[in-house]
């Protein structure tokens, strides 16, 4: 069973449109993560969830909103897309931001924007 | 501010040894990870320092010294399959505020196994 699944693999859209980007894991963790790739191969932080709750809420443009519904379920909605977002969106998820096990990140979100 | 740095590409053959460096100045710290990334695939763990000295996880180690703000990944016997970009991640301390829980990245080292 895959540990952290997102959907969908490959999103293709044009500018302006808005959409959305699934996460869940059964790994039973605490907290999750949402982090953007970009064509250097630069990681960053989004956001992270706690147990429902936003702990992390990096300088990221207004029309990008997470939303957890439970802590197994992390999701992310992009309002207007615009050419500068496309990247591979990584979701990721850990026993807790209090500790120091590792992070384990789901297979990417490969954002197109035409 | 947070600064990682590693180099962008190495190169090695087949059943040799390399050292990915990478230094760290961030404020605080709380540990340094490792991860493996392959090419259109997810980042995956490969080890984590928070005491200085050396982890030895089969053909991966990895060093710490936190004086000196420093890290290495030291992979031996390289195969093939080792072709990958290798990230390095600083915990920094988990002060309340906007350092919590979270981790910083470097920019990831090439690495290209030659036959």
């Known amino acids: 069973d895959t540990a952290v699944s997102q959907t969908p693999k490959y999103l293709v859209t044009q500018m302006g449109n808005d959409k959305s980007i699934k996460c869940e894991q059964n790994?039973?963790?605490?907290?999750m993560y949402w982090y953007k790739q970009d064509s250097k191969k630069f990681l960053k932080i989004m956001f992270s969830?706690?147990?429902?709750?936003?702990?992390i809420n990096e300088t990221v443009p207004n029309r990008f909103s997470p939303k957890s519904p439970d802590k197994a379920h992390l999701n992310l909605h992009i309002n207007s897309l615009e050419l500068g977002d496309s990247a591979v969106y990584f979701c990721?998820?850990?026993?807790?931001?209090?500790?120091?096990?590792?992070?384990?990140f789901g297979d990417g979100t490969r954002l197109s924007i035409l | 501010g947070q600064n990682i740095d590693q180099p962008t590409e190495m190169t090695a053959t087949e059943g040799a040894i390399v050292q990915i460096n990478c230094t760290y100045q961030?404020?605080?710290?709380?540990?340094l990870f490792w991860y493996q990334q392959h090419a259109g695939e997810a980042p995956t763990f490969l080890s984590y320092?928070?005491?200085?000295g050396l982890e030895e996880k089969g053909r991966f180690s990895s060093f710490l010294s936190r004086s000196k703000g420093y890290s290495y990944l030291l992979l031996k016997e390289l195969q093939m399959k080792d072709s990958a970009s290798y990230l390095c991640a600083v915990r920094p301390r988990a002060d309340r505020g906007s350092t919590l829980g979270r981790l910083y990245f470097g920019r990831g080292t090439q690495l290209t196994v030659w036959p």
């Open positions: 320092n928070v005491l200085d």
């Open positions: 961030t404020s605080g710290f709380n540990g």
């Open positions: 990721a998820s850990s026993h807790s931001y209090r500790s120091n096990q590792p992070q384990h």
């Open positions: 969830y706690n147990n429902k709750e936003l702990i």
């Open positions: 790994l039973g963790h605490d907290t």
